[in-house]
């Protein structure tokens, strides 16, 4: 079993930034790869940045060059920086690791941005 749990979530001004953190305990010592999906009203839950143990990292283009996904592995924590916030951007973030085979999600955080 693995928990996650989101923070750093609110309302920021357009062109803003935010940090979002994700805590993960439980059997962390089996995950690997971590990633951010977000969610915004009516739309379906995309993928909006993903780390591997080793730190490698892939983006959504719509985030490419404005967030950045990092990792503490002493912590278990895992980041994600987003810069220069469009409204387009609001959504509900969660987190998520897969562990032999199984998804885990945490509640999410909801990231407001206003024009």
């Known amino acids: 079993q693995v928990q996650l749990v989101e923070s750093g979530g609110g309302l920021v001004q357009a062109g803003g930034s935010r940090r979002l953190s994700c805590a993960a305990s439980?059997?962390?010592?089996?995950?690997?790869?971590m990633g951010w999906y977000r969610q915004a009203p009516g739309k379906q839950r995309e993928l909006v940045a993903a780390?591997?143990?080793?730190?490698?990292?892939n983006y959504a283009d719509s985030v490419k060059g404005r967030f950045t996904i990092s990792r503490d592995n002493a912590r278990n924590t895992v980041y994600l920086q987003m810069n220069s916030l469009k409204p387009e951007d609001t959504a509900v973030y969660y987190c998520?690791?897969?562990?032999?085979?199984?998804?885990?999600w945490g509640k999410g955080t909801l990231v407001t941005v206003s024009s």
């Open positions: 780390i591997t143990s080793s730190r490698s990292t």
């Open positions: 998520n690791t897969v562990v032999y085979g199984v998804n885990y």
């Open positions: 439980g059997s962390i010592a089996s995950i690997s790869s």
